[in-house]
């Protein structure tokens, strides 16, 4: 589990694919700012929002096997360039942001990404089927980075990015017609099905009598 709140910006500065014949791409990571010291193998690590393995490690760096199914359903992992790092949580871990599992759900698509002041306007339009869990006001995550919704309109969300964000993620790079992972509200989620349940003519199991 991660918090979404993002520890530095690594980058990607190399895809290899494994010597075995296997379609799994490695990735070589520069961990940038982010010390590296209590990280071990199996470990796991949010790259861009993505849950993944630590596999080897050297120095700064570290290094992550990719399947061709993850490839395809996420963004930010298909080339060298800058990645949000993010490792998992501790149990003795503040959650300055909120329960973030590291799949992604879909890729969304950058609509509009306007200065108002020093801050940004983002406003993105998700996969239709994840409407339905994005509330306003709400929690969702981009690019691995916690954030809370403003508005709401069918597929489409809007953010407020402070200048803090803007700098300490790479969602400040971000140009109109950029993918974006997206991972939905855990406790969206969850409601979902319990109501999917209901409908359903679904019960919970009766209780035990008590002696």
């Known amino acids: 589990m991660f918090s979404g709140i993002i520890a530095a910006i690594g980058r990607i500065c190399a895809l290899t694919p494994r010597n075995d014949g296997s379609p799994t791409v490695r990735l070589t990571v520069d961990a940038g700012l982010l010390s590296l010291d209590d990280v071990a193998l199996g470990d796991s690590m949010a790259c861009n929002g993505v ?8 120095e700064q760096r570290f290094f992550v096997d ?9 963004i930010g992992l298909n080339a ?5 790092l993010e490792k998992a949580l501790r149990l003795a871990d503040r959650l300055g942001g909120h329960l973030v599992s590291g799949h992604v759900d879909g890729v969304g698509e950058v609509l509009r ?4 002041g020093d801050n940004r306007l ?3 339009r998700a996969p239709q089927a994840l409407a339905k ?6 929690s969702i995550t981009v690019n691995g980075v916690s954030l809370t919704t403003n508005s709401v309109s069918g597929a489409c969300f809007s953010i407020n990015l402070i200048p803090h964000t803007l700098e300490a993620t790479t969602l400040g790079y971000l140009q109109t017609r950029d993918q974006v992972n ?3 509200d855990l406790i969206a989620r ?3 099905r319990m109501l999917s349940c209901d409908d359903a003519g679904m019960s919970a199991p009766a209780r035990p009598p008590f002696k």
Do not use: H
């Not at 060298?80 to 949000?84: A, C, F, L, Q, V």
């Open 190 to 192: 969850y409601v979902e």
């Open 51 to 58: 849950c993944l393995t630590v596999v080897e490690k050297q």
């Open 182 to 184: 997206l991972e939905i």
């Open 66 to 74: 990719v399947s061709p199914e993850t490839l395809s359903c996420t």
């Open 80 to 84: 060298p360039g800058p990645i949000n």
């Open 133 to 138: 869990y994005i509330a306003r006001k709400g």
């Open 122 to 124: 983002l406003e993105i």
């Open 113 to 116: 990404f306007d200065p108002v």
